[in-house]
Antibody, heavy 121, light 113 residues
Framework: EVQLVESGGGLVQPGGSLRLSCAAS????????MTWVRQAPGKGLQWVSS????????HYADSVKGRFTISSDNSKNTLYLQMNSLRAEDTALYYC??????????????WGQGTLVTVSS | DIVMTQSPDSLAVSLGERATINCKSS????????????LAWYQQKPGQPPKLLIH???TRESGVPDRFSGSGSGTDFTLTISSLQAEDVAVYYC?????????FGPGTKVDIK
């Protein structure tokens, strides 16, 4: 059974940094593209970033490009999202998600429960 | 960016009746080289993460009841719940994964009438 467990969320001041982690199990982590999707309170889903399997190619939403960095450690089966220069509009529940293939151009077939990031002074 | 729109914003359907949700993309998400539509449907119940229902526009994910079906091609897509059950109350999102950024529709809330 696929399990994705996020951690690292919390309250941070504007301009601060956080690193989210996602511990993955139940599948061969290195063979699948992985994604972060966020959901602001009471709002819809927003794709944030993806990392493709194999070539570790990465993609970002314009709203986070240059501030967020996605990475993965295949030896630890863990996905990360380093978030710098945080803004109030980054406040959201951040979901770690597994895509259905190694190619980034595939749907998301498994989701974690999410970790809440609140950016406020 | 590909903009995804959904209609209606919300709908209320009687138990056992059909629910239909539409999704439109601002440009085609059909990849001609493999004839696949890069379009997924997700269900999100209150307090839960989303769940994949349909990918490639019409391929039902394993374990998803067959009352859920997806159709359409190019820019116009439909999610149909053939016989609404109480457990289907949720928000439904479409998403294109044809081009970066992988955009979601705004969601359609489904309730029981």
């Amino acid at each position: 059974e696929v399990q994705l467990v996020e951690s690292g969320g919390g309250l941070v001041q504007p301009g601060g940094s956080l690193r989210l982690s996602c511990a993955a199990s139940g599948f061969t982590f290195s063979k699948y593209a992985m994604t972060w999707v966020r959901q602001a309170p009471g709002k819809g889903l927003q794709w944030v970033s993806s990392i493709c399997a194999g070539d570790d190619n990465t993609h970002y939403a314009d709203s986070v490009k240059g501030r967020f960095t996605i990475s993965s450690d295949n030896s630890k089966n863990t996905l990360y999202l380093q978030m710098n220069s945080l803004r109030a509009e980054d406040t959201a529940l951040y979901y770690c998600a597994k895509q259905s293939g190694g190619n980034c151009y595939s749907g998301v077939d498994s989701w974690g429960q999410g970790t809440l990031v609140t950016v406020s002074s | 960016d590909i903009v995804m729109t959904q209609s209606p914003d919300s709908l209320a359907v009687s138990l056992g009746e059909r629910a239909t949700i539409n999704c439109k993309s601002s440009q085609s998400v059909l990849y001609s080289s493999n004839n696949k539509n890069y379009l997924a449907w997700y269900q999100q119940k209150p307090g839960q993460p989303p769940k994949l229902l349909i990918h490639w526009a019409s391929t039902r994910e394993s374990g998803v009841p067959d009352r859920f079906s997806g159709s359409g091609s190019g820019t116009d897509f439909t999610l149909t719940i053939s016989s609404l059950q109480a457990e289907d109350v949720a928000v439904y999102y479409c998403q294109q994964y044809y081009s970066i950024p992988f955009t979601f529709g705004p969601g359609t809330k489904v309730d029981i009438k």
